[in-house]
């Protein structure tokens, strides 16, 4: 359910380009006996496994089949059978990274307000409702999970470097991105061997520019990054960070970086929800190394998914009463429980089923309420069609100041020139 | 009657007996091969119902494209730097092989191994292999005292890396057909060299590479189809990235090509991209043809 998964998707990618012309899959025809057939195509762990031998118990008359692939190819897969009009599951998550790609074509999809949606509407917070509402004004996905905001960070290394330990007051060290820098420095000034404060720009870059209410897009789908001061002052903030000397160097998602939480190659991250679960799996010998404070500048997002209904599905009803069954506030709860994934659903932050959730790898951190705090104060960004590749753009010029190819206004320049051939 | 079947037999016959390559040639290569000229003339995206036709736009903005003109110098500079030690040393291994050995079978199995292991698992171990800060060989290089080496930020040190997983993979191929090749050319000729006194070098020199010059050729030919198409080792050796590293610097045409179809989903400049390369690997082979037309005459 992260961002993008890269070095695994890369994989199967591979294989896509052959492929894709071949993937006829089995369509949700009614099936023996009577029985309506219901495909939901998922990636990464979505924790619905259990879930569908419940609702299928109480609804003989369902048969569900679940598909996963891996995020990359998901996505690429279903823009090939939406283009194709046919392949698609009933039920197709739909990233967030993503969402914005697939709901300018909303009419590939059903309306789920068609179907009655808008009497769910405040189960959600308002900003993820709006996250999945298509250019026409119509709702194509109902929210699974969010990603929210805080920041990881390693307690030995912390001590080692004469910062403070406990997450109440390393939280006080950065009520802002400065306060972060600052101690940053501090941290650098220790000198500890092969350590730096942070991974690399990516993660903070975004983070940063994820607090902004308006990022990459307005409302109306206009690409603003050279307008918007907002996402040159997150590239600038990341740029300060890097000529303070903060970061490890290390690209997002590489064979170094994987290495780098285990080593103790850099000692903070920003950490969406998603995060933790990548740093238990990478990082499995530093349990209680680990520990989680609030993240700069308060709330913020990034990451979770959505479940959307392809238009071509043959029965639609059923997938609707399913996606609205999976989504709901208990099943939610269910998967937090159980895979991890944090629940997009208000009602949940003020329930001790989240709120008292402490992660024993963290240090027992009190992740359901740090995440829950940030997501309740966060101010939402709205998520233009080819955010993705913008934020490469931007992510590549940030790398190319690290790597000292060129000035930060250098890179800047030739990240809008890239951008205007995205766009 | 009779002769007449006969006559239809062996006039018709021979047709029918290749028609399935050909009919499967033509669904699965002259078609998809036309169909991606017709959507190279429209702006085609991906998700989108309606595909206006544009002329040549795509190509004009292609030409115009700095990107590609970047991904077409990565890809030659990467075909040049894998091909030439690659067929150097295949040429060395075989005639080494080519000797009496025990194994042999062995020997010549294991040539092939790096070949059939996955371009996946090979472009994943030689990613890390280059890793830059636990990557095996900066710590061999951080023994010789030389620094750690960024081999994914630099031009040259990324088409280095790049080429080490290209020619892994295709060496000992190469020296499969040369050593086949070699096994044609009389071994009365290498008995008259060495009762003359002429060493291995020599030996390979003067009486084998002049006598495979035809397997040469076709090896270079069809290193040069294979090496303009580089499109895996760089896609993981940037960790699935599409932009083949922050400045575009290990970007190859078919990785750009991908970004636009599968990273952008605007399958009309794919196309126009599809093409240009298209027309790329034809110049190329057509210029191996002279010069090797020439090398023949020598």
Redesign the interface.
Known sequence: MRNLHKIGAAALSVALLAGVAACGDDKGGSGSGGKVKLVVATFGEFGYKDLYAEYMKAHPDIEITERVTKAEDHHKNLAAHLATGQGAADIEAIEEGWIGQFKATPDKFVNLTDLGANDLKAQWPDWKWQTSVGKNGAQIGFGTDVGGLAMCYRTDLFAKAGLPTDREQVSALWKDWDGYITAGKKYAAAKLPNSAFMDGPTVMYRSVLGQFDQGLYDNQDNVIVETNPSVRAAFDKTVEAINAGLSAKIAAWSADWNAGFQKGRFATIACPSWMMAYIQEQAKDAAGKWDIAKIPGGGGNWGGSFLTLPKQGKHQKEAYELAKWLTSPEQQAKVFRKAGNFPSTVTLYQDPVITDFKNPFFNNAPVGKIFSESITTMKAQYLGPKAGDINTAIQNGLTRVEQGKQTPDAAWKQALEEIKKIV | MKSWLHRADVKASPYLYISPFYLLFGLLGAFPLVYTAWVSLHDWS????EHPFVGLANYKALFA?S?FWNALGNTASIWVISTVPQLLFAILLAHILNNRLRGQTLWRTGLLLPNVTS??AVA?IF??LF????GMINWVLGQFGIGHI?W??GTATSHIAISAMIIWRWTGYNALIYLAAMQAVPDSLHEAAILDGATSMQRLWRITIPSIRPTIIFTVIVSTIGGLQV??EP??FG?????G???GQFQTLALYL?QAG????DFGYASATAWLMFLVIVLAAMLNFLLTRRIRRA
Do not use: H, K, N, P
């Not at chain 2, 890793?131 to 636990?134: A, E, F, L, N, S």
């Open positions: 991906l998700l989108e119902d494209d990107l371009v996946v994943i990613g890390q890793g830059r800060d636990y960024d994914q930020a499109f895996a896609l993981l960790g699935g990235g599409l932009t590293g922050s400045d991908y599968f990273g952008r989903f």
